[in-house]
């Protein structure tokens, strides 16, 4: 880690890597200022805690990437218009910020009920709901999404990180094609 960033970066960036590949709960306050070659006090001084840390990741980094879930996830009268805006918005997340991405999707499987997983577990849930809100609106337009709101958005966020997984291997290009694809599998399920 470059001693040249601010140790405000410094802790961020070492705090996420450490998070995303040991998880949360097995890193401590201990780890992240080693590996960002800062002090306890210097941590405790920018975000007060561990948690805080998370926190400001949260929302310096994930909760923008929501409010531009929430603008593409306004209908406009075209659901397939409407549809790639929010895929090609999830794939720029998920992109920009991939350990932030997975730690959110891993936090809707775990068992864990400690706070950083309620944090975390707070931004999907929110994800969740714009795209639910999505289906309501869309429901005058297509009839036979009504009653299956809820599980679609759920369907599309799991299929957006299907698509996410592939291309993080290689073996699927994230551009025009794979969002059109990814529309047109979805729509068959909707629409029939």
Do not use: C
């Amino acid at each position: 880690m470059s001693s040249s960033q601010p140790a405000r970066t410094r802790i961020l960036i070492e705090a996420l890597r450490l998070f995303a590949t040991r998880g949360y709960n097995a890193i401590g306050v201990e780890e992240i200022v080693v590996s960002a070659g800062v002090t306890k006090p210097t941590l405790y001084h920018h975000f007060g805690s561990k948690q805080g840390v998370l926190d400001t990741l949260l929302v310096e980094r994930v909760d923008p990437a929501i409010a531009d879930l929430a603008t593409a996830a306004a209908y406009r009268g075209d659901l397939p218009l409407t549809l790639g805006t929010v895929v090609d918005a999830m794939f720029a997340f998920g992109q920009r910020e991939p350990e932030l991405y997975w730690m959110l999707v891993a936090a809707n499987i775990t068992a864990t009920d400690d706070a950083a997983n309620q944090l975390l577990a707070a931004r999907l849930e929110k994800q969740v709901q714009l795209l639910t809100e999505l289906f309501n609106a869309a429901v005058a337009d297509h009839g036979n999404i009504r009653g299956k709101q809820l599980l679609a958005a759920s369907t599309l966020l799991a299929m957006i990180a299907i698509h996410l997984r592939l291309a993080s291997e290689g073996t699927l290009q994230l551009d025009e094609k794979a969002t059109w694809h990814l529309i047109q599998q979805f729509s068959y399920g909707i629409y029939s």
